[in-house]
């Protein structure tokens, strides 16, 4: 069975910290893998990731795939407040078929 | 680019009653549009697949005729909760793919449906 899997599931930090979110896999057919950020609504689009060992960034926000290790991470450097959220890692496996990972909830204290 | 509205954002009805609840996407044609439901605390629970102008695809487990998809062009998808009960309470978002190869695989998701059965 088709599988994603997040880790850890919360996270409290401080203000500047940085914090590195985890996601595994296993599906029997791998497309790409994205990641969410999803506040108090639906979520919204961070990377979409199909080649191993290419970081893409975006402002503090970076992440990486490793088709082998079957992983992804998703980095947050200097957090801030409005960092708070829940960071969902999904993989399209084609044919319209995505598999969500239960997310990380990540607090940001001031 | 890539902008889905749904709406209504929230609705409060009676038990008994149907809900229709629109996703359009507004600057791109969805070929390919998802329903989702999300319970508080949870991730997103897949409940059909559409694709314009054919029958969803429903997940083992959704009631197809409590829960009517319909897909009737390349921007805009319906969701009708038929004879709503107060466990139909739930947090409702549509998602869209589709259009330039870029927008194919990435799922862009509209701001969701709060719907409360009283």
């Given at each position: 069975?088709?599988?994603?899997?997040?880790?850890?599931l919360?996270?409290?930090?401080?203000?500047?910290?940085t914090?590195?979110?985890?996601?595994?896999?296993?599906?029997t057919?791998?497309r790409s893998?994205?990641w969410y950020?999803?506040?108090?609504?639906a979520p919204?689009f961070?990377f979409?990731?199909?080649?191993?060992?290419?970081?893409k960034?975006?402002?503090r926000?970076?992440?990486?795939?490793?088709k082998?290790?079957?992983?992804s991470?998703?980095?947050i450097?200097?957090?801030?407040t409005?960092?708070?959220a829940?960071y969902?890692?999904a993989?399209y496996?084609g044919?319209y078929?995505y598999?969500?990972?239960?997310g990380?909830?990540?607090k940001?204290?001031? | 680019?890539?902008?889905?509205?749904?709406?209504p954002?929230?609705?409060?009805?009676?038990?008994?009653?149907?809900?229709?609840?629109?996703?359009?996407?507004?600057?791109?044609?969805?070929?390919?549009?998802f329903?989702?439901?999300?319970?508080p605390?949870?991730?997103?629970?897949?409940?059909?697949?559409?694709n314009?102008?054919s029958?969803?695809t429903?997940?083992?487990?959704v009631?197809?005729?409590?829960?009517?998809?319909?897909?009737a062009?390349l921007?805009?998808?319906?969701?009708?909760?038929?004879?709503?009960?107060?466990?139909?309470?739930s947090?409702?978002i549509?998602?869209?793919?589709?259009?330039?190869p870029?927008?194919?695989?990435?799922?862009?998701?509209?701001?969701?449906?709060?719907?409360?059965v009283l």
């Amino acid at each position: 069975e088709d599988k994603v899997v997040q880790s850890p599931l919360s996270l409290v930090v401080h203000e500047g910290d940085t914090v590195t979110l985890n996601c595994s896999y296993e599906v029997t057919n791998f497309r790409s893998l994205l990641w969410y950020k999803q506040e108090k609504k639906a979520p919204t689009f961070l990377f979409m990731l199909t080649s191993s060992g290419i970081e893409k960034k975006s402002g503090r926000l970076s992440s990486i795939l490793d088709k082998k290790e079957l992983f992804s991470i998703l980095n947050i450097t200097a957090t801030q407040t409005g960092d708070s959220a829940i960071y969902l890692c999904a993989v399209y496996s084609g044919t319209y078929k995505y598999i969500f990972g239960t997310g990380t909830r990540l607090k940001v204290l001031a | 680019g890539a902008v889905v509205s749904q709406h209504p954002s929230r609705v409060i009805c009676k038990s008994g009653t149907s809900v229709k609840i629109e996703c359009r996407s507004l600057d791109f044609q969805a070929t390919t549009m998802f329903w989702y439901r999300q319970f508080p605390k949870q991730s997103l629970m897949l409940m059909a697949t559409s694709n314009e102008g054919s029958k969803a695809t429903y997940e083992q487990g959704v009631e197809k005729d409590k829960f009517l998809i319909n897909h009737a062009s390349l921007t805009l998808s319906t969701l009708t909760v038929t004879s709503a009960h107060p466990e139909d309470s739930s947090f409702y978002i549509c998602s869209a793919s589709g259009g330039s190869p870029s927008f194919q695989e990435t799922q862009y998701f509209g701001p969701g449906t709060r719907l409360l059965v009283l």
